[in-house]
């Protein structure tokens, strides 16, 4: 599936992949390979974010959401690591556990202002 934005709720141990567009929804659980929820070797970590970075193949525009650093550790992965996902990073935001549902209605209302200012010409 070929979509336009997706929200990533993360923290260092899982991340929950929600791809959108106006009509679907597509998740995706990715799952951190260390035991140790927040000591993980580095090499550990790399492994779990290339495999979130492989999860937003195709996507145009992503939000990043989580309860700690994961998220921030995650798009500075990814500036070094995975420039062209570095790229469709948008923001990250603070979030606790909300439900798929939650996710994918506050990542609507987020992108909702990219949409707009994209159909806007003069905004081009």
Do not use: I, Y
């Not at 995975?82 to 996710?103: E, F, G, I, N, R």
């Amino acid at each position: 599936m070929s979509t336009f934005h997706a929200v990533v709720w993360m923290d260092h141990s899982d991340a929950h992949v929600l791809m959108f567009d106006r009509e679907h929804v597509e998740s995706q659980r990715v799952h951190s390979r260390s035991h140790h929820k927040h000591q993980g070797k580095s090499g550990d970590h790399a492994a779990f974010f290339g495999d979130v970075a492989k999860a937003l193949a195709g996507t145009h525009e992503v939000l990043l959401t989580g309860p700690g650093l994961a998220r921030n550790q995650f798009r500075d992965w990814c500036a070094s690591h995975q420039p062209a996902v570095a790229k469709t990073v948008v923001d990250s935001l603070p979030a606790d556990h909300p439900t798929d549902a939650q996710l994918v209605a506050m990542a609507r209302q987020f992108f909702r202002k990219f949409d707009n200012m994209a159909a806007d010409p003069s905004m081009a």
